[in-house]
C-alpha cells in the first residue's frame, strides 16, 4: 500500500509531463543562507526547467519593514506575477535548488494572496538534473499574466499579535530555525541579533519534514508534528529566521488538512533584534 503523500505536492515526472501546456506556469524560488554557498539567480542563469521564471524573494519584497524580504503589497506582488506571464488561474509550480526548502514561501504567498492552483515540486532542481531532465538556459519572455490579488489577511500574524501569543500562549508556536539557534546554543547568522526562542515555541527544524528534498508522506509528517509536542486539533502559528522557512511548516500542517494556521512574517529577524521581547534558551 502506497503512502498518501501531500495533495500540495506535486512529482518531477509529473511537471516534466505538463511542460508547454497552456496555463502551466513553473517558477524557481532559490534562494540561499551565505553559510551555503549557492546562488539562486547563477544557479538559474545556467539552467532551469524549460519555461520557469526566476522568482527574487529579495526583490519582491516591503522594503520599507526594514527586515528581509517581507510580505510585499498585494498590487507589487501582482505586478511582479503579471511580468512573469502567470495569472492567478494558472496552475503553478514552484520548486527550489534542494527542494522542499524556500519554494514553499513562495507557494504559501501564491495562496495567501488569492491563487488557488499551486504546488511545489519535489526533489527541486538538484534532483530534476539528477534525473538528467531537460534544462534551458534561455530567459522566457512570457505574455503578460492577469493576477487578481485576494489577499488573505488572516494568514499573516503580525509582531503585536505574536508578542500577545507568546505572552499568554493563546496558539502553539512552531520554529524553524536550527535547534542550535533555538537553544541559543548557536549564533543567529545576522549580526547583532540574540539567539534563542519565544516562551512556549516549540522546535521543528525545517529540514525535519522532508527526506532527499521530498516532504515525507501524511503519516510520517503527523508523527513529526506530535514529536514535537504540537497537538493538531489547535491552532498554530510558523516562524523561522525570516519568514521563508516557516512555510515548510505551514506546508506540512496544511497537507495534513490543518487550516488553523498563520506565519510569522517578521520572524526572528524581527524578534531577536527588538530588545522588549522576552527570549528563552534551552531545548526544553
Given at each position: 500500500m502506497t503512502a498518501e503523500k501531500s495533495k500540495f505536492v506535486v512529482s518531477a515526472d509529473w511537471v516534466h509531463k505538463q511542460l508547454g501546456a497552456p496555463e502551466f506556469r513553473i517558477i524557481d524560488a532559490s534562494w540561499y543562507l551565505p553559510a551555503q554557498n549557492r546562488n539562486g539567480a547563477a544557479e538559474y542563469a545556467a539552467g532551469h526547467l524549460p519555461g520557469a521564471v526566476f522568482y527574487d524573494q529579495d526583490a519582491i519584497a516591503d522594503h520599507s519593514t526594514g527586515l528581509p524580504h517581507s510580505?510585499?503589497?498585494?498590487?507589487?506582488?501582482?505586478?511582479?506575477?503579471?511580468?512573469?506571464?502567470?495569472?492567478?488561474?494558472?496552475?503553478?509550480?514552484?520548486?527550489?535548488?534542494p527542494g522542499i526548502f524556500t519554494a514553499p514561501r513562495v507557494w504559501w504567498l501564491l495562496r495567501t494572496m488569492g491563487a488557488e492552483n499551486v504546488f511545489v515540486m519535489d526533489g527541486g532542481l538538484d534532483g530534476w538534473k539528477k534525473e538528467g531532465r531537460?534544462?534551458?538556459?534561455?530567459?522566457?519572455?512570457?505574455?503578460?499574466?492577469?493576477?487578481?490579488p485576494r489577499f488573505k489577511a488572516d494568514a499573516v500574524t503580525s509582531f503585536d499579535e505574536?508578542?500577545?501569543?507568546?505572552?499568554?500562549?493563546?496558539?502553539?508556536?512552531?520554529?524553524?530555525?536550527?535547534?542550535?539557534?533555538?537553544?541559543?546554543?548557536?549564533?543567529?547568522?545576522?549580526?547583532?541579533m540574540r539567539s534563542g526562542h519565544m516562551p512556549g515555541a516549540r522546535s521543528l527544524p525545517s529540514g525535519v519534514f522532508s527526506v532527499d528534498g521530498r516532504l515525507k508522506d501524511l503519516d510520517a509528517l503527523k508523527a513529526t508534528f506530535e514529536a514535537a509536542g504540537i497537538d493538531l486539533d489547535r491552532p498554530v502559528v510558523t516562524t523561522c529566521g525570516s519568514g521563508l522557512t516557516a512555510a515548510i511548516i505551514t506546508l506540512a500542517l496544511q497537507s495534513l488538512g490543518h487550516e488553523n494556521n498563520t506565519l510569522y512574517d517578521g520572524s526572528w529577524s524581527e524578534w531577536g533584534a527588538r530588545e522588549d521581547t522576552p527570549v528563552v534558551t534551552g531545548r526544553g
Open positions: 510580505i510585499p503589497s498585494p498590487e507589487d506582488f501582482a505586478t511582479a506575477l503579471e511580468k512573469f506571464g502567470i495569472s492567478d488561474t494558472d496552475t503553478i509550480v514552484v520548486y527550489d535548488g531537460p534544462l534551458q538556459t534561455d530567459l522566457p519572455e512570457p505574455k503578460p499574466g492577469r493576477f487578481r505574536m508578542f500577545a501569543i507568546a505572552s499568554t500562549g493563546g496558539r502553539q508556536i512552531a520554529d524553524a530555525r536550527s535547534l542550535g539557534r533555538f537553544a541559543g546554543e548557536e549564533a543567529e547568522p545576522r549580526a547583532g
